[in-house]
Structures are given as C-alpha cells and as structure tokens.
C-alpha cells in the first residue's frame, strides 16, 4: 500500500500575469542568494573584503550554470550540438518545433568540475590563497544550493525515480506520465495546465490517471541526502578547528556529497549516457566514482599537514 503516495500535479510556476516565475528558476535564485549569505559569514570570520565575496558569487555563478548545462549535454545528450545546437545555452528547443523550454538538463557533475576550474582561477587572480583554502569555505554554500536545486527539478518532474512497487513512499508525477499533446486530447480541454487538473481531479479520467505509476522520489531523497552534507560541513567549519587543516572539509564533502548521488543513483531513472557501453553502475554512479576516490585522498593528505596559519598558509 502506498500509504505516504501522492499525486502530483504542479503549476508551471507563479503567474505574475506579465511574467511566469517558474519554479525551478526560483530554487536556482533561492540556491545563489543562500550560498552568497552563507559564505558572507565565513568571509567575515575570514577578514575577507567584500569586493572578494562579489568576484567569487560572479565566478560560481556563470562556472554552475555554464558547466552544468554543458556537463549534461556532454555526458547526457552529445547528439544536441549537432541536431539543436541553439538548445546547449538557450532556454529553448528548435526540434521538431520551436518551444520556450526553460533551462532544463543540467548535471551536478559538470557543475563540479566547472566550480573547480573557475576557483583555480578565483584563488590565481583574485584571493591569492591555496585552492583547497576556497574549496573548504565554499562546498559549505554548494551543499546547501544542491538543495533546492533538487527541490526545483522535483517541482519540475525531471530527474525522476524508478516505479516504486509496493514501496510506502511514492509520487505519481502526472507530467512526465502523460505528454501534453495526450492530456489534451483525452480530455478535450485546449490549455495543457487545466486537462491535467481533470485528469487528476475528475473521475471521468480515472482509468487515465491511474496508468500513471508511482515511482521514488528520488530528486527528494537526494535533497534530504544534501542536507546532511550541509550540516556535517557546517559543523566541521564553526565548530572545530578542521577548517584550519587546508583540504580536511573539502575531502568530506565530495565523499559525502557523491556517495549520496551514488546510493540515490540506484532508484533513479536511467537518464542514459555511456551506461549502456560500460554497463554494471549508472552514467551518473560512474562518474561519482572518480569524486569519491579524490575526496578520500584530500580528507588523508590533509588529516596529515600541520594546521593552516592565520594568513592561510602552512
């Protein structure tokens, strides 16, 4: 019995009248607003200037959006920058029709490696600090936009779980069940937005909802996951003197923070990649591997250095 199951049914987002707030535009907003806060603390604790905390915001901005739109495209969909290039950077899709999209497919893994590239440059051009010193104060900020980041692909049924059986917790995400084109039709009503309200809350369309399976919700279950990388990070940095060996939280949080992407991976639907050539774990498990193997390698190098002076060097 899916005794904690619902169905879901989201609006695309808050209708100003003039303009649409999507949802997942939101939780990026929320995501970049929070880490700017949250790191605004440690640079102060830091004696960083402020001009320092704007150049960073600007580097890990364009690095998240850039690298992840790119990393998803990469692993994910090669194929687009030969059959839709315009859709790599616009918040569009030509084929097989024009239609305003939003900025959907972005993967947490190019993110990664975008954010690393972009903070060596950071710590070369700007901060003049060792790169694992930046590394240690900022995933604090990342693990935290990874929630809502989550949140926001969950409000917009993408990153979807397998079907979840006879599992207590489950979501019909209605959506991504029923195409929009098949809501219209089945129901006769022209506006995509109000075919999928009769489906769900007409009898009449019963046997249609009903075709829907629940699956996990995964993009859920790897936001809760993400909330404890947070808190661990958070209480390695205010409330121990591990922020003073360079490395030590950073090694941390990419263990964590990718062993939960690996565990989620196995009740995530396949979003394909090269799984299918290498077979046995996930496009999304194997490259959480390499993450995992690095973070277990800093947190021990670093475990083993003499605490950081206070101008940041040892």
């Known amino acids: 019995m899916h005794y904690l199951s619902f169905t879901w049914n989201p609006s695309e987002g808050i209708d100003l009248g003039f303009f649409m707030i999507r949802y997942y535009s939101l939780m ?16 102060e604790r830091e004696g960083q200037p402020q001009e320092k905390l704007d150049s960073l915001f600007i ?8 690298g992840a739109r790119l990393g998803h495209v990469i692993f994910y969909q090669p194929e687009l920058f030969v059959d839709d290039p315009l859709s790599v950077f616009l918040p569009i ?7 305003f999209t939003g900025f959907q497919g972005l993967a947490s893994h190019g993110a990664a490696i975008a954010i690393l590239i972009a903070m060596y440059f950071y710590t070369k051009n700007v901060i003049k600090k060792p790169f694992l010193w930046i590394m240690d104060r900022i995933v604090i900020a990342v693990a935290a936009g990874g929630i809502f ?3 926001g692909n969950f409000m917009n049924s993408e990153i979807i779980g397998k079907i979840s059986g006879e599992f207590p917790l489950g979501v019909r995400f209605v959506h991504e069940g029923i195409r929009k ?5 089945a129901t006769g009503i022209k506006e995509p ?13 019963s046997e249609l909802l009903n075709s829907v399976p629940f699956r996990h919700p995964a993009q859920l279950y790897e ?3 993400y909330v404890i990388v947070f808190l661990v990070c958070w209480y390695l940095y205010w409330k121990t003197e591990r922020r003073k060996q360079i490395g030590y939280i950073f090694g941390v949080f990419l263990i964590l923070l990718f062993m939960v992407r690996f565990l989620v991976e196995y009740v995530k639907e396949s979003q394909g990649g090269f799984e299918s050539a290498l077979g046995l774990l996930s496009t999304g498990q194997w490259l959480s591997i390499p993450f995992i193997i690095a973070g277990i390698y800093i947190m021990w190098k ?5 605490p950081l002076t206070p101008d940041g060097e040892i």
């Open 28 to 43: 990026f907003v929320v995501a970049f607003t929070l880490g700017w806060i949250l790191t605004k603390k440690i640079f």
């Open 59 to 66: 580097y890990m901005v364009v690095a998240t959006l850039v």
């Open 93 to 99: 899709q030509t084929k097989p029709e024009f239609e």
């Open 149 to 151: 980041v989550r949140i």
């Open 181 to 185: 084109q098949d809501a219209v039709n």
């Open 193 to 205: 937005s109000k075919a999928y309200d009769a489906i769900v809350h007409n009898p009449q369309f």
């Open 223 to 225: 936001a809760a996951g």
């Open 302 to 306: 670093a475990s083993k250095k003499s």
